[in-house]
T-cell receptor
Framework: GAGVSQSPSNKVTEKGKDVELRCDPI?????LYWYRQSLGQGLEFLIY????????KSGLPSDRFSAERTGGSVSTLTIQRTQQEDSAVYLC??????????????FGQGTRLTVV | AQKITQTQPGMFVQEKEAVTLDCTYD???????LFWYKQPSSGEMIFLIY??????QNATEGRYSLNFQKARKSANLVISASQLGDSAMYFCAMREGRSNDMRFGAGTRLTVKP
């Protein structure tokens, strides 16, 4: 595809429900990142996938958060038993892998999650 | 530990003047890359400029330049001839060669005054 695609663009869910956020990276990009951005704040790192390597999950805030990447392409971020503090914009980005020089990350438009 | 520090939560600049946005970083990896992104109110993340740790010269891209001081571990963004459309959040980011993940600073909100 032309860019990183995220779906849904907006999601309203009730507290306690599970949600799945999807990210479709740029074709050929082996690196994929998930970030969380609360209103007016910076980007909080959540998880990073690189090829077939074990993901860096060091940014996941609790065990309610998990992510997977199937076939080295599409990724799903799952939040179980959502809480109001999970409300934020979830951004996905992808880039070429290491050793490829200048490799800026390209971002999707984000999923705005609202927990009511 | 926080590896990217942006100490200016907000900055104001007069239209047509230059402005410097500060960024310091911390890493023990000799190979790393530094990035600046712009995020307007629409929310999209726009890549502006890149500086590699081994680059001898400061990066420039149009009105954007990066003042890279390796010994001080700083990578300040300079925007020349500010325009009203430059009003946005600006984020500094670093990717370490060893891990390849990318971490961001807290951002600086720039407001350009007419």
């Amino acid at each position: 595809g032309a860019g990183v695609s995220q779906s849904p663009s907006n999601k309203v869910t009730e507290k306690g429900k599970d949600v799945e956020l999807r990210c479709d990276p740029i074709s050929g990009h082996t690196a994929l990142y998930w970030y969380r951005q609360s209103l007016g704040q910076g980007l909080e790192f959540l998880i990073y996938f690189q090829g077939n390597s074990a993901p860096d999950k060091s940014g996941l805030p609790s065990d309610r958060f998990s992510a997977e990447r199937t076939g080295g392409s599409v990724s799903t971020l799952t939040i179980q038993r959502t809480q109001q503090e999970d409300s934020a914009v979830y951004l996905c980005a992808s880039s070429l892998g290491p050793g490829t020089g200048q490799t800026e990350a390209f971002f999707g438009q984000g999923t705005r999650l609202t927990v009511v | 530990a926080q590896k990217i520090t942006q100490t200016q939560p907000g900055m104001f600049v007069q239209e047509k003047e230059a402005v410097t946005l500060d960024c310091t970083y911390d890493t023990s990896d000799p190979s790393y890359g530094l990035f600046w992104y712009k995020q307007p109110s629409s929310g999209e993340m726009i890549f502006l400029i890149y500086q590699g740790s081994y680059d001898q010269q400061n990066a420039t891209e149009g009105r954007y330049s990066l003042n890279f001081q390796k010994a001080r571990k700083s990578a300040n963004l300079v925007i020349s001839a500010s325009q009203l459309g430059d009003s946005a959040m600006y984020f500094c980011a670093m990717r370490e060669g060893r891990s390849n993940d990318m971490r961001f600073g807290a951002g600086t909100r720039l407001t350009v005054k007419p």
